[in-house]
Nanobody, 123 residues
Framework: QVQLVESGGGSVQAGGSLSLSCAAS????????MAWFRQVSGKERIFVSG???????SYADSVKGRFTISKDNAKNTLYLQMNSLRPEDTAMYYC?????????????????WGQGTQVTVSS
């Protein structure tokens, strides 16, 4: 059974940094793609960043240059380093994993989801 457990969320002032982690079990991150999505209450879940099995990364335009995604295959853990945070980054952040080596930009591209971790950025 695949489990994804996020951690590292919290509250921070604008301009600050947070680092999110997603520990995967029952899943081999080395051969598959993973991603981070975020969702504001009442709105759809949107893509933040993804990393394919070959290490290729992608970012939403809104986070480019501020967020960095990485993956430790030995630890089966996905990370998201978030710098220069803005109030509009406030959301529930979800870790997602796919069975395929290449991910996508849509929720339907991913097969497994974590429970989410809240990030709140105050101005």
């Amino acid at each position: 059974q695949v489990q994804l457990v996020e951690s590292g969320g919290g509250s921070v002032q604008a301009g600050g940094s947070l680092s999110l982690s997603c520990a995967a079990s029952g899943y081999t991150s080395r051969a598959s793609s993973m991603a981070w999505f975020r969702q504001v209450s009442g709105k759809e879940r949107i893509f933040v960043s993804g990393i394919d099995a070959d290490g290729s990364t992608s970012y939403a335009d809104s986070v480019k240059g501020r967020f960095t995604i990485s993956k430790d295959n030995a630890k089966n853990t996905l990370y998201l380093q978030m710098n220069s945070l803005r109030p509009e980054d406030t959301a529930m952040y979800y870790c997602a994993a796919a069975r395929s080596p290449r991910g996508g930009l849509w929720s339907d591209d991913y097969d497994y989801w974590g429970q989410g971790t809240q990030v709140t950025v105050s101005s």
